[in-house]
């Protein structure tokens, strides 16, 4: 089945050590997501690409920083210039229309990371 | 960038109809909207979506106002299990900057 897979589900790390959480889709999408929610708070754009080797700051890049090298691949590293990494990471991918229209985005189940 | 504005809670009784609403008074001409919901703890799952009329799915159903600027999704008949946070958002046309405002938690009670 298709589908959009982040992993570890679950991370732990210490304060000042960088950390990259990963995202695979196998749906053929164009563009993928990165988000940041904190409890009882919505979603935040971090990072977004459109095409393979391409991507754009979102709302909240700073400390983080992203690769698109293959079209299924979306790594997302937090660095430790982060100053409160510890939060839950989603990443979602969507189809593009005619390079125009995005259609329906799809959702990973999510990376909780805790930075201690 | 369109901006959307939704009530932060709202309740409803099981098996009663929940109609969530959204404002997008910004969208553009061309910007469907979308509407996901998430449960806790989990990734958003896509709802439905619109442009200029009504649709329905097996889900939900939407109504648009005739202005686009704003929109409703109804959930007919309520259960326990969408209880969730529920997001609407333009389709991202602006360049594929897919954004989500802070989303409607809806409480289904018993």
């Known amino acids: 089945d298709g589908g959009i897979t982040q992993s570890p589900k679950y991370l732990f790390r210490k304060e000042g050590q960088n950390v990259t959480l990963s995202c695979e889709q196998n749906?053929?999408?164009?563009?993928m997501y990165w988000y940041r929610q904190d409890p009882g708070q919505g979603l935040r754009l971090i990072y977004y690409?459109?095409?393979?080797?391409?991507?754009q700051k979102g709302d909240i890049a700073e400390g983080y920083s992203v690769s698109r090298e293959k079209k299924e691949s979306f790594p997302l590293t937090v660095t430790s210039a982060q100053k409160n990494p510890t939060a839950f990471y989603l990443c979602?991918?969507?189809?593009?229309?005619?390079?125009?229209?995005?259609?329906?985005?799809?959702f990973g189940q999510g990376t909780r990371l805790t930075v201690v | 960038d369109a901006k959307t504005t939704q009530p932060p809670s709202m309740d409803c009784a099981e098996g009663r109809a929940a109609n969530l609403p959204c404002n997008h008074s910004?969208?553009?001409?061309?910007?469907?909207v979308y509407w996901y919901r998430q449960i806790h703890s989990q990734g958003p799952q896509y709802i439905i979506h619109?442009?200029?009329n009504n649709e329905t799915n097996e889900m939900a159903s939407l109504i648009i106002t005739e202005d686009r600027k704003s929109s409703t999704l109804i959930l007919p008949h309520a259960t326990l299990r969408d209880t969730a946070v529920y997001y609407c958002?333009?389709?991202?046309?602006?360049?594929?900057?897919?954004?989500f405002g802070q989303g409607t938690i809806l409480t289904v009670h018993p």
């Open positions: 958002t333009p389709d991202g046309t602006s360049y594929g900057k897919l954004t």
């Open positions: 690409s459109q095409i393979v080797n391409d991507f």
């Open positions: 619109g442009l200029k």
């Open positions: 749906l053929n999408h164009d563009a």
């Open positions: 979602a991918s969507t189809a593009t229309d005619r390079g125009m229209w995005n259609t329906e985005a799809f």
């Open positions: 910004t969208i553009s001409g061309n910007e469907y």
